[in-house]
């Protein structure tokens, strides 16, 4: 009998020194993940906002398929929420502010367990890639949701593998989606209305190209402005030459205008593009993928029955631009070859 006593009261010291144990651990977490994605910060926090795209990189979908997602009419922006159900039960979120391309903060709420906070930051670096934060915190945690904690090494060691592994999947989607792109050729020819342009002519490499182009985009579009120059549509670069063989490139970068002006710098120059029949091409993506467009609109030209007309205009007109476009999956070239 003595020794059945003393077992009970050596079990009921350690239920106290057990449940001291666990009263004396934080009432409050934290638990924080930065990644740095190749891509800018826009173009993350779009994918981020909105709750249509978390199942793509969400770690917890990946490991239970068979979760059951909701999603409400606003998926995006402030009020916008969503909510899940799966084996350990009920789960909500809501955005309760946005600060555009720069941080969301969101409430979470599993069960009837408390709310907690949910914060993601974004933040360019000089190289173009982003650091991503996102945290989750919480506080007033009852007695057993600290004790599961206390036995289960802290937050920090349950759910941070998860985060990395979202933020390694969100990195790999959005990088995924930037390189997306299309190549639409129309099957019937297009007549091109022609008209009024300034100009800068230039030669160079195929390795110089794209810093010269840069460098005359920003001559030209700067005379325009400080002449009161009205454009009348996007701007363009008008092909006078590509030779392949010896790394040579010679076109021009124009912008239209809306009539004949008279230029007072000797290389920037007006002119006139008449009206002609073309094939056209349009892109829908990165630059980088230019050379495939021409390749399969010069491929279409023949395949149609048609002939280029090699003295006639050769032109690459860029609808939108990649300081206003963050995303190069949205930028759009149309592409005009004449044909005889």
């Keep these: 009998m003595k020794a059945l006593k003393y077992i009970f009261f050596l079990v009921l010291i350690a239920i106290i020194a057990l449940a001291i144990y666990v009263a004396v651990q934080p009432n409050s977490f934290s638990v924080t993940r930065t990644r740095s994605i190749n891509a800018p910060a826009a173009v993350i926090y779009k994918n981020v906002n909105d ?63 408390p709310k907690s906070n949910m914060s993601w930051k974004f933040k360019p670096n000089s190289d173009g890639s982003t650091d991503v934060t996102w945290n989750i915190s919480g506080e007033n945690l009852p007695f057993d949701f600290k004790a599961y904690n206390a036995f289960m090494g802290g937050m920090d060691k349950q759910i941070g593998p998860d985060y990395e592994r979202s933020l390694e999947k969100l990195d790999s989607i959005v990088i995924s989606d930037m390189k997306k792109y299309s190549i639409v050729i129309d099957k019937e020819t297009t007549q091109h209305s022609g008209g009024f342009y300034i100009y800068k002519t230039a030669a160079t490499t195929f390795d110089g190209f794209k810093t010269k182009m840069a460098s005359m985009l920003l001559e030209v579009i700067n005379y325009a402005k400080k002449n009161n120059i009205t454009l009348a549509g996007a701007p363009f670069i008008l092909y006078h030459k590509w030779d392949e063989t010896n790394n040579a490139i010679m076109f021009s970068y124009s912008v239209p205008n809306t009539a004949r002006v008279i230029t007072t710098r000797g290389n920037i120059l007006t002119g006139q593009l008449e009206p002609f029949k073309a094939v056209k091409t349009t892109l829908n993506g990165d630059y980088n993928n230019l050379k ?17 007309d090699e003295n006639g205009s050769h032109i690459e007109s860029y609808l939108n631009s990649p300081k206003n476009t963050p995303n190069p999956a949205d930028l759009k070239t149309e592409i005009y070859i004449a044909v005889k």
């Excluded at 909510?83 to 009920?90: I, R």
Aim: hydrophobic share 30%.
């Design 51 to 113: 709750y249509k795209n978390w199942s793509t990189w969400s770690s917890w979908v990946e490991k239970d398929p068979e979760m059951k997602i909701t999603l409400p009419e606003l998926t995006k922006g402030e009020g916008a929420s969503y909510s899940w159900e799966d084996k350990n039960g009920l789960g909500t979120m809501h955005t309760v502010e946005t600060n555009t391309n720069k941080s969301i903060s969101q409430i979470m709420q599993i069960g009837e367990y």
């Design 292 to 308: 495939e467009a021409w390749d399969k609109a010069m491929k279409a030209i023949i395949d149609i029955g048609l002939e280029q």
